[in-house]
């Protein structure tokens, strides 16, 4: 059983950077792919970013791309997303996930492990 404890959001300007974390434990964190994903007030759990087991294949939302950085740091058992750029449409509850296996999936039915989310809140 994995235990994922995100932290790092918060308030900020559009145009302003948030770096999340997620520490994992219970689990063997080099046998899982990690993600992130978002959920805005009456809006589905849409998939953010994901990244395998080396932190050498990663895929990202179009919405994202290019200001999203998603990386791990396999000896801290953590997962960090890096925003930049922030838009108020970025808005949400940051959860961070974990499956076992090694193919990236950017469906939330595909992850097993969820974190209790974060609150990111971007102010125009």
């Known amino acids: 059983q994995v235990q994922l404890v995100e932290s790092g959001g918060g308030l900020v300007q559009a145009g302003g950077s948030l770096r999340l974390s997620c520490a994992a434990s219970?689990?063997?964190?080099?046998?899982?792919?990690m993600a992130w994903f978002r959920q805005a007030p009456g809006k589905e759990r849409e998939f953010v970013a994901a990244?395998?087991?080396?932190?050498?294949?990663?895929n990202y939302a179009d919405s994202v791309k290019g200001r999203f950085a998603i990386s791990r740091d396999n000896a801290k058992n953590t997962v960090y997303l890096q925003m930049s750029s922030l838009k108020p449409e970025d808005t949400a509850v940051y959860y961070c996930?974990?499956?076992?296996?090694?193919?990236?999936?950017?469906?939330?039915?595909?992850?097993?492990?969820w974190g209790q989310g974060t609150q990111v809140t971007v102010s125009s």
């Open positions: 996930a974990a499956r076992r296996g090694v193919a990236i999936a950017t469906i939330h039915d595909a992850y097993n492990y």
């Open positions: 219970g689990g063997t964190f080099t046998t899982y792919v």
């Open positions: 990244i395998n087991w080396s932190g050498l294949s990663t």
